[in-house]
């Protein structure tokens, strides 16, 4: 055996703080699902004391001389890429001063929490300074990570979320959708003004919702031996890969939010819960990107789940759990689940008009964290792109245009991107399943998924994060991401 | 302000400590009320870290310093108080070497594990190696801690659960105790043999249980924006002063066991929800001993909840949660809530016949501790102290005799006197409260129960560790602990 005592150092190092990590992630899933209010003070600190360790550990002064050594040791391909995440990881913790960290989190706090009131009250002009203070914090850290790295700015900062894909590939991607998109969003629309379609006639009691909820998560291939199915306000996936925990929150009188939901939470969950076990607790074991993790939830929710063939499954289960009625007949919940509005709220977008919504931003955040353009800048920006992409005026309606997400209050700059990259990955996964099952769509309707799970147990979860994002999907889909499988696939759902 | 700065060195470790035990109480709260079965392996390893780091921290080699400079500080009395606290965790944490820590770990679970089948199996033989083996590791850390301390072998363990409290202390009431209980036990037993108790009629639904104990847990004060009611297969309190969860557990077929397990636990939580919040995260400000906290659940479950008083409280939530039934007649309800009958079991046992299932243990361990008799003197004391107190034969039935409970297999001796300890304090409790509330029957009839929980916050919750327990008793009742109060309370309850 060689022996590698760097690269052993750093395994042993990474597993406990891979064990921190879940106990965080155990914490911190209770924090929105379970803890009542009064927990909630204390839980903070506890939670801050455990941030506090975890980064202590991933900041470790032993770890620059590991990983050096250990690039010099006699390393396979698996214990090198997950060397390649090690130093990503060591990278990103090191990259930034803690007097930056410090202030970058007390600005985002700030921000986030006037925020919520300023954006019920329209008030753009108060969020702009706490804004200016998010946004200069977000541009010395991305200078840094620039630095460090020899990337752009706004490179370094997407590097966190999508490892591997730049600018440039997005400006290729994107400016691809901006080209035919509109076009397709007013076909849409024309052909479906004339498609009437029966709405579902509530309440639908939460125990039946629940219920629901759980049999399509089991039809889906959730693993109830290895994880839960909570409420929380915001819903999302949580937990560990043995232990996967999923929230969703219903509404009595639309059973259709609660169990999309659930099933676009059930892709995430089935991708962690399907990790390969023998790199768990190793960097290289964690789910790749965040891209890549949507592209599961949406290959779940927009792929399969509001796909023709899937209603005729779904249709029955509605009928069992809610009562029967004629808005569960299959080609009218088809029509339910595919219905195409353009809106403000991009929370809220069907899957046509949602890409509209994150390339908006997208054009909006690059330059803003290049330094092109400024804080004050984006309201007319915003204006003059929600009017060219989906027809719609946001001139002075702060709160539902540029105020809605909190994603800038918090500082989360290169982050909408991947939203779109998963729908797009997601119907290329789709189009090569397609080539080896021509009938796809055929075994869909019969209920036999396992062509659709299989493919993405092989190409997707089975790989974690043994190969970077652009790697990953040349790999898998035997091409670089490209955006006509997903303009093929809407094209074809909807026209 | 004086300079403290070892007790403020001593503070900001110990409120670190405190966080890490949070998070500690969280996950394991959540490994029994929540976590599915396959989460179980990274749970564990999740969990040992924690409890390492936690450990390494009450064992940092700083501590014994500061603490030594800290008693010559100017510190007030809640500070030395605190102090003293922090002395005693600290010796706890130091007193035993490494190795017998891992030893003693090892010979426990594979003990625990092995009594599990042996238990069903009745095999005495079988568990006997295994038991000497902690057996002997208990004797090793009890005479560890006895020449740290001073004390004998089985003071220096109870220590532990009962600070200042010796086995002369438990031979003295312990030893008043069995002249009057079989006696006591026999004239219930004839005086119950002619009264007529109607059983209730099941089946109970879960759900209609589960929204019983909430409103029983509500009208007994529970703050449920600082705790969670759940389920788990061994009832608990866990979780922190802030946030308690409680758990029970529900059987179709009878709802006393579910309605009286969480009335128990409400006691425990109300303990821990009252707990002063300005010494939350010291020593000082947790719970005292496990026989004060018993004396808790004791009062709500035995001197509250079983007495005829609380009986006609109880009558109309029963009927409105579970439909009306003759059984749920107030003065019925109050014999099912009061029979006594000798078992063999301790945990199914009764008010009147539990302190004979504790006393006969603590005849037995305090020996087997001390080194006066051997592992295989067990079965024989148990068959003649058990015919002795409760008339009842356990010859050969080891099952359902000495190795009924999981404590000796774990290598918790000294413990079960906390149970009676708890019962004798509780009621020593209400026979102060009766002085200064000589109606206090009526007023629990009448639902006013604050003369109750006024009394408990001010007495006992408000101090949380201020006093060792000897001490607490006396401040609280005005003199030691009294086996003659609890002698009273059984009389006037059951004759």
Redesign the interface.
Known sequence: MPTKPAYAELTQHYT?LH??N??AA??GW?RSA??????N???S??EA??NA?IHRNRTDPRLGDWISRAEDEDLDSIERANLREIRRDWRQANALPESLVEAKTLAEARCEHAWRAQRQANDWEGFLPNFRAVLDLARQEAQLLADDTGLSRYDALMDRYEPGVRAADIDRIFGDVVGWLPGLIARVRDKQANEPVTAPVGPFPIEHQRALSKTVMTRLGF??????LDQSTHPFSG?????VRITTRYREDDFLQSLMGTIHETGHARFEQNLPREW?GKPIGLARSYGIHESQSLSFEMQLARSSAFAGLLSPLLSEHLGPQPAFEPANLARLLTRVRPGLIRVDADEVTYPAHVILRYEIERPLIEGEIEAEDIPDLWDRKMFEMLGLDTRGNFRDGCMQDVHWPLGLFAYFPSYTLGAMYAAQWFASMRKTSPDLDQQIADGRLSAVFDWLQTHIWSQASRWETPELVRRTSGSDLDPAHFRRHLEARYL
């Open positions: 406990r064990r921190f879940h106990l155990m914490v209770d379970m803890m009542p209010p009064k927990g003070d204390a839980r600190a506890a004391e455990l360790l693993d109830f031996d290895a994880g839960r937990g560990v890969p043995e232990d768990l």
